[in-house]
């Protein structure tokens, strides 16, 4: 089982960006897909998630629609579209998947058993 980040990068503010997870190796119907950020010296905090199955999606208070999660379930992927950014977006970029169970706790990190790599995302003012 592996989730893999991609799409990170050097951008400047005002700019966009998608994220990109891939899932290897198992089958997350019944899963809840995250993503998550930590900038340094932070805690890792909750940006957004989709069901797999239903694509039902959820959002951090902070996001004000700059954030947009979607998922492309034939090739396995999450993405994560970022707009209007902003050097408070700088960040490591995390995909996370917590079984569906874990109901109103999808945002504490530690719900979550799966979890990729990591893609950084630094946004120059």
């Known amino acids: 089982v592996q989730l893999v980040e991609s799409g990170g990068g050097l951008v400047q503010a005002g700019d966009s960006l998608r994220l990109t997870c891939t899932a290897f190796?198992?089958?997350?119907?019944?899963?809840?897909m995250a993503w998550f950020r930590q900038a340094p010296g932070q805690e890792r905090e909750f940006v957004g998630a989709?069901?797999?199955?239903?694509?039902?999606?959820y959002y951090a208070d902070f996001v004000k629609d700059r954030f947009t999660t979607s998922r492309d379930k034939p090739n396995n992927m999450v993405f994560l579209q970022i707009d209007d950014m902003t050097p408070e977006d700088t960040a490591l970029y995390y995909c996370?998947?917590?079984?569906?169970?874990?109901?109103?706790?999808?945002?504490?990190?530690?719900?979550?058993?799966?979890w990729g790599q990591g893609t950084q995302v630094t946004v120059s003012s």
């Open positions: 190796g198992y089958s997350f119907n019944h899963y809840l």
């Open positions: 996370a998947a917590a079984e569906l169970s874990v109901g109103d706790y999808y945002l504490n990190p530690r719900s979550y058993a799966i």
């Open positions: 989709i069901s797999w199955a239903a694509g039902n999606t």
